[in-house]
């Protein structure tokens, strides 16, 4: 997702991922599920299948790791500003773990673009041998929005198209 910040000079972004739940909302899914879950092992059990309460539970535990994952994964955060004084890139989740500021003329974004039309192309910050990956969560949609935004505030984009190896697997 691409979102305007308030800047007093040049632009300011915030790159996020499309998170579809919050972490409350994860929390209600699986307890609805571990609700579910345990109604049917222990209907089970009573029926005489107690081998499946401990698999109802392991299944519980797995799922709780995913969500837990992915909700962290969700929460990684780009602000990428961009004015007079060059182009700055914070990354981090909550707070800002790392920052790069480049000079604005000699700064690109190089863009690989997709073997498919359906994947996003994967977007890069770079000047002279640095090169940081910027959005790398960002569907095809907030890419098309991203690069609008750079060439309309005049950051260089250097396109680079897929190598034409031909083989059977993408």
């Excluded at 009573?46 to 962290?72: D, H, K, Q």
């Excluded at 700055?88 to 800002?96: A, M, S, V, Y």
């Amino acid at each position: 997702m691409v979102e305007h910040l308030e800047c007093d000079q040049g632009v300011r972004l915030l790159l996020t991922p499309n998170r579809s739940l919050s972490w409350q909302g994860n929390v209600r899914i699986w307890l609805a599920l571990f609700v579910v879950s345990q109604v049917i092992s222990t209907g089970m059990a009573i029926a005489g299948a107690w081998v499946i309460v401990p698999f109802a539970g392991l299944e519980l535990m797995a799922l709780a790791a995913g969500i837990c994952v992915t909700s962290r994964n969700c929460q990684v955060r780009e602000v990428l500003m961009i004015g007079p004084g060059g182009i700055t890139l914070e990354k981090g989740r909550t707070t800002k773990h790392s920052e790069w500021h480049f000079p604005g003329h000699y700064t690109r974004v190089r863009v690989r673009l997709p073997r498919h039309p359906f994947a996003p192309s994967k977007l890069f910050l770079t000047h002279r041998e640095q090169s940081i990956p910027l959005g790398p969560f960002l569907n095809v949609e907030d890419t098309q929005i991203l690069l609008r935004i750079l060439e309309g505030k005049g950051v260089t984009l250097d396109r680079q198209t897929p190598s034409p190896n031909v083989s059977f697997w993408y």
